[in-house]
């Protein structure tokens, strides 16, 4: 029986081959011993259509330096070693117990959403997944428990081979192994959008954003939520993705009693740090992938679409609870906006949660950390531009306008 760190040992090493799918799916089935991908259950097909395209822009169109190659390859080969892993193991467990009436954070990225992710997840009847529980299933088939500090181990290791723990990076987004992550880390193996903002892959993203390929990541979050809490029974989930706000049905769909918590942030301060984020994700596996004047304008087109979208539906589905948060009012007082959350879903903050959040507050400061180097000038955008295309949000939500820069 292979161990976790002969399973995903070609995530470490360096990589200088093509992406060829059928290639890589072989090396992911003799390193684990599995062959079963998922069949219908699993939407196998959809599967394989997205990694064969996927690999098509990783050749073609995502411009990868010779370190981003084994990056990519790294992240790759994790996603597929760790699918076969997780096809494996929930067949062993089925649906298990129900998920009930999780806590759900989302909102537009850059706006508090993980801070305020971390700090809710002080609260020991809360269940998040860590970055390493999404990205390596455990335990082995046919083995007994795994260490847990060996997973986080493993997968740190395997996160700085990919230059996410990279000082330049954590200040922008604080990646680590043992953290609680984002929902799209569960979405991972189904090779499915999240994927798109880490590399320059046009006519993948568009695939993996159709109804199908978003279906499909969202079906496959909930069997990792359901093997991950089949050895955390009892626990509320705790649950976040800023891209939840494109996909409310889907989200709906495998969660229809969530209770969801929606972050604000004026985005005059959010569109460039969106930008800042996606440019030095890219930079990771490409030095050109990306023209940051060109992202600028697709962004305040994107999101402006969305977050219109996103009142639309709200006013469509009165019936699903949301309670929203805005960033000011959260960086100014954290644990007084997660009583306020708790307090608007029927929940008790108890006085060992709050003092579990006083205590993460002295060693979290992501929040309150020093400004980074970013501008709306950066991207070729304008005070104008922001207004012009979001005023009405802002305005509508009562969002504070902050210092533009």
Known sequence: MPSLEDIYSAALAPFTAPFAPERLLADAEAATGLADWGGERWAEGRFRERL??????????????????????????????????????????????????????????????????????????????????????????????????????????????????????????????????????????????????????????????????????????KGMMETLQSRQPGQRWLLKAPSHIITMDALIAILPDARIFLNHRDPGKVIPSVGSLYMKLYGLASNDAVDPRKLGQDLLANWSHILSALDAWRGANPHVPIVDVHYKQLIADPIGEAERLYSAFGLDLGADTKAAMEAHLKVDHHGKGPSRGYSLEDFGITENDIEERFGDYIDRHGIAREKRV
């Open 52 to 221: 064969a395209l996927l690999c098509d822009d990783l050749e073609n169109t995502a411009r990868l330096t010779e370190l981003g190659r084994s990056r990519a390859h790294s992240r790759l080969y994790v996603l597929l070693a760790s699918r076969l892993r997780q096809v494996e193991a929930h067949s062993r467990i089925g649906a298990g117990q129900p998920i009930a009436a999780p806590l759900v954070g989302t909102g537009m990225p850059r706006a508090g959403t993980t801070f305020l992710h971390g700090l809710l997840a002080q609260d020991a009847a809360s269940l998040s997944a860590t970055a390493a529980q999404a990205a390596i299933p455990v335990p082995l088939p046919g083995a007994g428990e795994i260490d847990e500090a060996d997973r986080i181990d493993l997968y740190q290791r395997i996160l700085t081979f990919q230059g996410f723990t990279a000082p330049d990076v954590t200040a922008v987004h604080p990646y680590a192994a043992g953290v609680p992550e984002e929902c799209v880390f569960m979405q991972e193996a189904a090779c499915g959008m999240p994927l798109g903002a880490f590399y320059h892959t046009p006519k993948f993203s568009a695939l993996s954003a159709s109804a199908a390929g978003v279906a499909d990541s969202y079906a496959w979050q």
